[in-house]
């Protein structure tokens, strides 16, 4: 079997994990934002997976040094390594993850591959990457299988800043629990990543959305056209909503967390007005999955209200930040 590595967000271990359950994938190790597995067959389930960032090939080489992957056996596999890739996507450009890519060596292994291979240099955005690191008493070279990383979804062609990456977006659809009958809703839903996910995962019988910000709003049908999701987004205020009572079991939300969206004095109103709105439109045992970087403004909140009990709380690596996933289910 052949091994890779699978790097994700620290924090989302467990649900890559629930990916891989049915992939007949062994675990032969893990850090806190990466695992390595050996996986039978060709790799192409595993850039299906929605919770990883990026997968990549792992080969070890029985080398003192990287200058003696220039030698003629050494190079001749990793030519043939990189062929193998260029098969599962289309790349133009190749690039070094190493100490000292700059160095001779590496541009003498640089030269080697764009002559075999037809592919351009680009030391700063070559998109096949292969990082080179020390093991042990050799070296490996990781060889990324996709041309951008996974978490760049292709559908996303509106970005905004602050905007939730999309591999956290589908960890919190794993705690949602939707299903085909359900009304899912995306308050503040920015730029559309949590609707997209759903839709592109699960057959819930109606997602929509809305935001306070019409730029954001735009960008959110931007990126739901481009992903071929026919879902409503409205301009609208997430505190009052014109939604009937008890009318969503799903409900999806990044809160704004201070920084680039909104600021932590507001949401010290926005924060309560939004759980009395929510628990107004929840129906009977609606989940409600939410993630926001103001942790103890919602301790309190938690502590302080009935009408939501709280199931879990994750805590991921977001964009320099440690904010916390909550899952909560609706009390009757």
Same mark, same amino acid.
């Given at each position: 079997m052949q091994t890779y590595q699978l790097d994700l967000l620290e924090g989302l271990s467990p649900f890559v994990?629930?990916? %891989? *359950?049915?992939?007949?994938a062994r675990i032969l190790g893990k850090g806190k934002d990466f695992l390595r597995i050996a996986f039978p067959g060709k790799p192409l389930p595993l850039l299906q997976l929605r919770t990883v960032v990026a997968v990549s090939r792992i080969e070890r080489f029985e080398v003192p040094r990287p200058k003696a992957l220039l030698g003629h056996q050494h190079l001749? =596999?990793?030519? #043939?390594?990189v062929q193998d890739t260029l *098969? !599962?996507?289309?790349?133009?450009?190749?690039?070094?993850a190493a100490a000292g890519s700059d160095s001779s060596v590496f541009q003498r292994l640089a030269e080697e591959i764009s002559k075999q291979s037809g592919l351009r240099h680009d030391p700063e955005e070559? @998109?096949?990457?292969? =990082?080179? !690191?020390?093991?042990? @008493?050799? /070296? @490996?070279?990781?060889? +990324?299988l996709s041309p951008r990383p996974l978490s760049a979804r292709p559908w996303r062609v509106a970005n905004m800043e602050g905007g939730l990456n999309a591999t956290v977006a589908a960890a919190m659809l794993q705690l949602a629990h939707v299903e085909k009958h359900d009304v899912v809703y995306n308050p503040m839903c920015g730029s559309g990543t949590l609707m997209i996910e759903c839709g592109q995962i699960y057959g819930a019988r109606k997602v929509s959305g809305c935001d306070l910000d019409f730029e954001h709003v735009e960008f959110a049908r931007s990126n739901l056209q481009a992903a071929g999701l026919p879902f409503e987004v409205d301009i609208a205020d997430a505190t009052h %909503?014109?939604?009937?009572?008890? #009318?969503?079991?799903?409900?999806?939300?990044? &809160?704004? /967390?201070?920084?680039?969206?909104g600021t932590n004095t507001g949401n010290l109103v926005l924060y309560p007005e939004f759980f009395r709105e929510m628990t107004r439109i929840a129906s $009977?045992? $609606? =989940?409600?999955? %939410?993630? #926001?970087h103001e942790v103890k403004l919602?301790?309190? &909140?938690?502590?302080?209200? #009935?009408? /939501?009990?709280? !199931? =879990?709380?994750? +805590?991921?690596?977001?964009?320099?930040h440690f904010p916390r996933i909550y899952t909560f289910n609706r009390t009757v």
């Amino acid at each position: 079997m052949q091994t890779y590595q699978l790097d994700l967000l620290e924090g989302l271990s467990p649900f890559v994990l629930n990916e %891989l *359950k049915p992939l007949n994938a062994r675990i032969l190790g893990k850090g806190k934002d990466f695992l390595r597995i050996a996986f039978p067959g060709k790799p192409l389930p595993l850039l299906q997976l929605r919770t990883v960032v990026a997968v990549s090939r792992i080969e070890r080489f029985e080398v003192p040094r990287p200058k003696a992957l220039l030698g003629h056996q050494h190079l001749t =596999r990793l030519l #043939s390594i990189v062929q193998d890739t260029l *098969k !599962l996507g289309t790349f133009a450009s190749f690039r070094f993850a190493a100490a000292g890519s700059d160095s001779s060596v590496f541009q003498r292994l640089a030269e080697e591959i764009s002559k075999q291979s037809g592919l351009r240099h680009d030391p700063e955005e070559g @998109e096949l990457v292969l =990082r080179v !690191l020390k093991a042990g @008493e050799g /070296w @490996e070279v990781l060889i +990324r299988l996709s041309p951008r990383p996974l978490s760049a979804r292709p559908w996303r062609v509106a970005n905004m800043e602050g905007g939730l990456n999309a591999t956290v977006a589908a960890a919190m659809l794993q705690l949602a629990h939707v299903e085909k009958h359900d009304v899912v809703y995306n308050p503040m839903c920015g730029s559309g990543t949590l609707m997209i996910e759903c839709g592109q995962i699960y057959g819930a019988r109606k997602v929509s959305g809305c935001d306070l910000d019409f730029e954001h709003v735009e960008f959110a049908r931007s990126n739901l056209q481009a992903a071929g999701l026919p879902f409503e987004v409205d301009i609208a205020d997430a505190t009052h %909503l014109d939604l009937p009572d008890q #009318s969503v079991d799903v409900i999806l939300c990044d &809160l704004p /967390w201070g920084d680039n969206v909104g600021t932590n004095t507001g949401n010290l109103v926005l924060y309560p007005e939004f759980f009395r709105e929510m628990t107004r439109i929840a129906s $009977a045992g $609606a =989940r409600m999955v %939410l993630i #926001s970087h103001e942790v103890k403004l919602m301790d309190r &909140l938690i502590k302080g209200q #009935s009408d /939501w009990k709280l !199931l =879990r709380e994750d +805590r991921v690596y977001h964009g320099g930040h440690f904010p916390r996933i909550y899952t909560f289910n609706r009390t009757v």
